[in-house]
């Protein structure tokens, strides 16, 4: 068990000071800076086939904990998982498919304080595989968990599958919350390009992501919503790990990401379509992630103003 120092209460409630203000995006986790290699001090177990690597990484208090990894390489025959103490909130397997040219690997929040990592590696590997992890996010707030952030938003915020939400039922598979570097939370979406030919381009916006570092330590989460109108908690396991930034703007607030990879079929996302016209419109749905929580949808009836 590698244990983690406490964190100070009075940095926890600094943060949470400043989450009430409003003025800057939700932070759900503290982030803590680590080296930990995996294969140098886990527990060495040899199989038949090959070793097998084990440790848990324990961080007192935590409701969730989340894992940003510097130096993720793994070759075709490894396989890596993380789970919970009961083993009720599992990721994995990840593979050499999740290797990047940057080596850099983000896990979104897995339940509990107390998080288990199990890798595997057979004796004939092409070569050796590298496992670093540099951050820690301890998620103080529970907007980690599954049902952390559920039914944080305000009263005004209404269900995407209710029915105000009938007819954006294409649109809303574009968005997804997002998890920025380990702490924050925003929201995003997938938008077409005039070439139609699927790149993952994300739409969110400046105060969220403004640079390269942070989107490669960020974290997607597409279709997490309540299947029903004031229903039940959705899944987040659907996620996507890091991006590229393609272009950002303070001024105007926003930022262009191509994500990491493309969304696997079964997430049967959506890419938004978009319209630099002048024509004046009368009103319009806003669809996000308010406070963390699963998706809402917002409607105006006013003529927007430049």
């Not at 199989?47 to 084990?54: E, S, T």
């Not at 419109?281 to 406070?291: L, R, T």
């Amino acid at each position: 068990i590698y244990s983690l120092p406490p964190i100070e209460q009075s940095k926890i409630d600094s943060i949470k000071e400043i989450n009430e203000t409003g003025k800057r995006i939700f932070q759900f986790a503290y982030s803590i800076n680590v080296n930990i290699n995996i294969k140098k001090i886990s527990k060495v177990d040899s199989l038949d086939d090959g070793l097998l690597y084990r440790i848990a990484i324990k961080s007192k208090g935590a409701k969730s904990l989340n894992f940003s990894f510097d130096d993720f390489n793994l070759p075709s025959s490894a396989k890596m998982f993380l789970y919970n103490k009961n083993k009720k909130d599992i990721r994995g397997a990840f593979t050499n498919l999740n290797n990047k040219m940057n080596r850099k690997l983000t896990i979104s929040p897995v339940s509990g304080d107390e998080i288990f990592i199990e890798y595997f590696e057979s004796y004939n590997s092409e070569y050796i595989g590298s496992l670093r992890i540099v951050k820690v996010g301890h998620d103080f707030t529970g907007a980690g968990l599954r049902d952390g952030d559920f039914g944080n938003s305000g009263d005004c915020e209404v269900d995407i599958n209710c029915t105000e939400g009938n007819n954006w039922q294409n649109e809303k598979r574009a968005v997804c919350k997002i998890i920025i570097d380990n702490t924050g939370l925003c929201t995003g979406a997938l938008i077409n390009n005039t070439s139609n030919n699927g790149l993952p381009y994300l739409l969110t916006a400046n105060h969220c992501i403004c640079d390269q570092n942070t989107a490669e330590n960020s974290s997607f989460i597409f279709n997490y919503e309540s299947p029903t109108c004031n229903g039940a908690d959705g899944s987040v396991l659907q996620s996507i790990d890091g991006a590229d930034l393609i272009a950002t703007r303070g001024e105007s607030d926003f930022t262009l990401l191509e994500l990491s990879s493309t969304p696997p079929m079964d997430y049967n996302i959506y890419y938004a379509g978009w319209y630099r016209g002048t024509n004046q419109i009368s009103g319009g749905v806003g669809i996000h992630h308010p406070m963390g929580d699963v998706k809402k949808i917002s409607t105006y009836s006013m003529t927007p103003t430049d």
